[in-house]
Every structure is written in C-alpha cells, then in structure tokens.
C-alpha cells in the first residue's frame, strides 16, 4: 500500500487551514498545515511526494518569497497559490514563475483538488 500524497497547507487564517485540511484528507490526501512561512520552512521535507498551497498574503514573509524559497530548497515542488486579493497580474505573476495554479478565495473544493491533483 502506497502512503498518500501530502500537501501542505500554508495560510495565516485558521479556519482556512481547518477547511482545506479537511477536504484533502477526505480526498485521500495527507494534509500538514502551517500557519505561517517560518514555520513551514523550518518544518519542510522535500523528500516526500507533496506540493504546497500557498496564501499570498502572509505576515511574515509573502507567499511569492516563500515560492522562491522552495524553488532553490525544494526544486520541482508543485505550488498553488491560493488568494482572497488577486488580480490578473499577481496570478500571471505566479504562474510565469513557474506554479501550478492561482486560486482565488473562496474556493470551491472541487477546484482546490483538481488544482492539487
């Protein structure tokens, strides 16, 4: 038996860290969530098959930050941001630096897992 794929969840906002934790994991999905970029990066392993929701607008260090972080520490890691302030040009941003999808609060589940997936 394979173990489920993770994904971690990085959203200052608790309930939106409950919410998308609890629909990951009754998709099959193992959910970590963090509640910001520092304890996410002090907590990451890139060894595991995972990607990453990302809020743009965290506290401490901004969602585009935390992406290059990854890029140089966890090369080929799949990223979906994840906003309730997007526009075109923040998601053009994100997806021609290399994420998988830019998603936009609230979002409807079928959606986040189809992005995840």
Do not use: W
């Not at 971690?8 to 099959?28: H, N, T």
């Not at 935390?66 to 997806?95: N, S, W, Y």
């Amino acid at each position: 038996m394979t173990e489920p794929r993770t994904v971690f969840v990085i959203d200052d906002d608790p309930s939106v860290r409950r919410s998308f934790a609890r629909l990951l994991r009754a998709a099959g999905y193992r959910a970590e969530s963090f509640a910001s970029a520092a304890e996410f990066a002090a907590n990451v392993q890139c060894d595991v098959p995972a990607c990453a929701l990302i809020d743009v607008r965290m506290p401490d260090v901004s969602g585009f930050d935390l992406f290059q972080q990854l890029q140089e520490r966890c090369p080929g890691l799949p990223v979906v941001f994840i906003t309730g302030h997007g526009d075109v040009a923040m998601a053009e941003k994100a997806i021609k630096a290399g994420a998988s999808a830019f998603l936009v609060k609230p979002v409807d589940g079928d959606v986040l897992l189809a992005a995840v997936e």
